[in-house]
């Protein structure tokens, strides 16, 4: 019979499948003590899962290419770290051979004293990582129950399904993808987690904070679930698969529709141009980019040349990188970003500090990079060397004092004066930025506007600090909201601030590509916005139909509200707007 089933939407589209349920109690623990004569051949059941499991891993990171390899490879890094631990795998053999457990009981016994420690940890962030912590129990207990249950060899195919399951790692998604899942229902998660994000690049439909998902599912249920409202339908009707394929005809002629508008300009029907550039960090984001129009890249993120190695790139090797990517350019302005390394985004070489009890708040971005100068100067020399390729603009993350920007500006003339008398060909001026994402640094912006060309907003950094709430705890989803009234006031200063000053401003958080936000950004007086290329004919689709002139009339209601009820008012009025 049907039924529907409520969550939160962490990544739009809509799916029709089978169930697929993976939950830790698919695996069967044998809690019966083991006899001495059993032990060894215990232990090697235990090893071969183990390798099984580091196989398993392998082979997906052989497996990825394109945009989100460096991204998904993070995760599988991470795993692999775990599973190549002494102290885990040490621990597993003392409960077998100590307690007499089984294999199946070692690990749950391993599973809960880890995650008890992570649950005890003070900082949100860490806490966040006990899921890293099942991700690799679960896939070790299933190497196990593989070894006789058919029923695990056939989850691995997951052809036309939609995985339902406590969580999803962000390694996985690609894979699972590939092997034909077409969606995901999450019992916990959040829309701004690192899975989600990768869900909505996918362009696969995922629903987070479906609380009853696991316990009113059964596998091989026919479900539809839709990323947009959050809503799961169990045995959907024929009305609601007409629905369904209804859906479907009008995406692809959607689709159809907007390859139409890569060569056609972003411009309101009022005759404001509004510039959409694209986020980047692979070969395959700057070719994206350029066939879906973008204005320039107003976000290149470096880290992905210092991630998963053990040692930093030379100038040389990061010179060819920013070359190729002022080159795929073809002339047009590339933004790139210094090293944004720190907080959740850890690396092998040993830049990163370790163990700081609060990373969030810690040693990342520009900190990093001045602790570091000699690491800084090596990326500034790369980058100036660029600029005679093509336009380049610098970007600093985490900026939080007039200070680190006149000592950033400091380097970039030594660097420059230094490559010119090596005889290196640079451009005669640069253009320096500041990252806002910090609430000190939109506050003092009046004081550092002078010192800089440009701007950027980070809207998912400046959310979560400007609220004191954590974008990856999916206990505090609902506080986490751009449309609290203190961000958008703060987005109107900064905004104001650029605008008196004749500084262009680009927002290049998620909310850049997310039309739902793009009547207020533009009503607020936006007119640069940074996205993953892929959502750049979506937004400018929407745009062209707007008129900026009506928009702008409701700014001052936006910023006379006092919560984000009366916010939200002033949604629906703005989508009446002509």
């Excluded at 692999?80 to 003392?94: A, W």
């Excluded at 959740?344 to 708040?361: H, M, Q, R, T």
Aim: glycine share 6%; proline share 4%.
């Amino acid at each position: 019979m049907r039924h529907q089933l409520e969550g939160s939407g962490a990544s739009r589209g809509m799916a029709l499948g089978r169930a697929r349920l993976e939950q830790p109690s698919r695996f069967l623990v044998d809690e019966t003590p083991l006899e001495q004569s059993e032990v060894a051949g215990e232990l090697q059941r235990l090893d071969n899962a183990l390798a099984s499991a580091r196989h398993e891993l392998r082979g997906l990171r052989d497996k990825l290419a394109g945009p989100l390899a460096r991204e998904v490879a993070e995760f599988i890094d991470a795993h692999s770290l775990i599973l190549q631990d002494p102290e885990f795998v040490n621990g597993l053999h003392e409960l077998i051979e100590t307690g007499r457990y089984h294999a199946s009981a070692a690990l749950k016994l391993q599973r809960d004293s880890l995650v008890a420690v992570f649950e005890a940890m003070d900082d949100p962030y860490l806490r966040s990582r006990r899921e890293d912590i099942e991700h690799v129990i679960g896939r070790v207990q299933g190497a196990l129950s593989r070894e006789s249950s058919v029923e695990e060899r056939k989850l691995a195919s997951r052809v036309g399904e939609i995985l339902v399951s406590d969580t999803v790692a962000p390694a996985e998604l690609v894979p699972l993808a590939e092997h034909g899942v077409l969606g995901f229902i999450l019992t916990s998660g959040s829309a701004l987690s690192h899975s989600a994000i990768l869900a909505r690049s996918l362009r696969l439909p995922m629903v987070v904070n479906s609380h009853a998902a696991l316990s009113h599912l059964q596998d091989g249920d026919l479900i539809l679930i839709d990323g947009d409202s959050g809503k799961v339908i169990v045995h959907p009707t024929a009305q609601d698969i007409a629905g369904y394929r209804h859906w479907q005809r009008e995406v692809a002629q959607q689709d159809e529709r907007r390859a139409r508008l890569r060569g056609v300009e972003t411009r309101t029907v009022d005759g404001a141009e509004i510039r959409l550039f694209a986020n980047a960090e692979l070969a395959a984001d700057v070719a994206q980019a350029r066939t879906n129009g973008a204005a320039g890249i107003g976000l290149y993120r470096t880290e992905f040349l210092y991630l998963q190695r053990n040692q930093v790139p030379g100038e040389e090797e990061q010179f060819q990188a920013y070359r190729d990517l002022v080159l795929g350019m073809g002339g047009l302005p590339v933004t790139i970003r210094t090293l944004d390394l720190g907080a959740d985004k850890a690396d092998s070489a040993g830049i990163v500090l370790d163990e700081e009890p609060n990373p969030a708040l810690g040693v990342r971005g520009v900190r990093l990079s001045l602790r570091k100068p000699q690491l800084m100067q090596t990326q500034l020399r790369a980058i100036l060397r660029t600029s005679c390729y093509g336009p380049v603009r610098i970007l600093v993350p985490m900026i939080s004092a007039v200070e680190e920007i006149s000592t950033i500006r400091r380097m970039i003339l030594e660097c420059a004066r230094e490559l010119r008398t090596q005889g290196y060909e640079i451009a005669d001026s640069f253009e320096l930025g500041a990252m806002i994402e910090v609430p000190a640094a939109a506050i003092a912006l009046p004081s550092m506007i002078r010192k800089l060309d440009f701007v950027a907003i980070g809207t998912n950094d400046l959310v979560q600090y400007t609220l004191a709430v954590d974008r990856n705890n999916s206990e505090l989803d609902t506080l986490y909201d751009p449309l609290h009234p203190a961000v958008l006031r703060l987005l109107s200063q900064i905004i104001a601030v650029c605008a008196r000053a004749n500084r262009p401003v680009t927002l290049c958080g998620e909310i850049a590509g997310d039309t739902r936000f793009t009547r207020l950004l533009i009503a607020m007086g936006l007119t640069d916005l940074s996205m993953h290329p892929a959502l750049l004919l979506e937004v400018r689709e929407l745009v062209n139909t707007l008129d900026r002139s009506a928009l702008r009339k409701h700014a001052p209601a936006l910023l006379r509200a006092t919560d984000r009820a009366s916010v939200r008012r002033v949604l629906a009025r703005l989508e009446d707007a002509p």
